[in-house]
T-cell receptor
Framework: KAGVTQTPRYLIKTRGQQVTLSCSPI?????VSWYQQTPGQGLQFLFE???????NKGNFPGRFSGRQFSNSRSEMNVSTLELGDSALYLC????????????FGEGSRLTVL | TQLLEQSPQFLSIQEGENLTVYCNSS?????LQWYRQEPGEGPVLLVT?????EVKKLKRLTFQFGDARKDSSLHITAAQPGDTGLYLC???????????FGGGTRLMVKP
């Protein structure tokens, strides 16, 4: 059974640009969550999607957005990139919205120059 | 402000030693999970505890959830180099998959 797949694994952008990250959950999993991991702040919740609907949103500015498609795949977008957006962005899938048990992908490492 | 405080932040021990990692909060959690993360990979779920006072064992790892569901501990017996990694506790305060993570404990076990 394939795990959570995130693309791209690594990317470099410059300030002001925008980026889109993709996540394919484990087959049969319908809930997708996104987290940002940095050395200073650790893992912080971005948002959670289930059945194409955003269920929860973390304390991040509106430049961070996401969506989920009918096949449960999810994308997140960050616009007007800032240096502080450099981080490992982790996607996690779970069977449903209330399991609380997450299966993480390997992450997309974003560097903003 | 970290809702979940993990200690210690760093731990370097010799193979065969025992260790305990703590995860503390002033908030009550409906469930608490422990993850291990290795370089270049995402966190991997080790265990979920949901009942106050619950103790779970996974081979040499023992997890405990505090009676008040505000704290947890992870104890490793006879640590091995393969236990090296970043250990993260994460709590859920309501329904859903929105987890609050602790800052992590970076463990190094030397052979």
């Amino acid at each position: 059974k394939a795990g959570v797949t995130q693309t791209p694994r690594y990317l470099i952008k410059t300030r002001g640009q925008q980026v889109t990250l993709s996540c394919s959950p484990i087959s049969g999993h319908r809930s997708v969550s996104w987290y940002q991991q940095t050395p200073g702040q650790g893992l912080q919740f971005l948002f959670e999607y289930f059945s194409e609907t955003q269920r929860n949103k973390g304390n991040f500015p509106g430049r961070f957005s996401g969506r989920q498609f009918s096949n449960s795949r999810s994308e997140m977008n960050v616009s007007t990139l800032e240096l502080g957006d450099s981080a490992l962005y982790l996607c996690a899938s779970s069977l449903g919205p209330n399991t609380g048990e997450l299966f993480f992908g390997e992450g997309s490492r974003l560097t903003v120059l | 402000t970290q809702l979940l405080e993990q200690s210690p932040q760093f731990l370097s021990i010799q193979e065969g030693e025992n260790l305990t990692v703590y995860c503390n909060s002033s908030s009550v959690f409906s469930s608490l999970q422990w993850y291990r993360q290795e370089p270049g990979e995402g966190p991997v779920l080790l265990v979920t505890v949901v009942t106050g006072g619950e103790v779970k064992k996974l081979k040499r790892l023992t997890f405990q959830f505090g009676d008040a569901r505000k704290d947890s501990s992870l104890h490793i017996t006879a640590a091995q180099p393969g236990d090296t990694g970043l250990y993260l506790c994460a709590g859920a305060q309501n329904a859903g998959n929105m987890l609050t993570f602790g800052g992590g404990t970076r463990l190094m076990v030397k052979p």
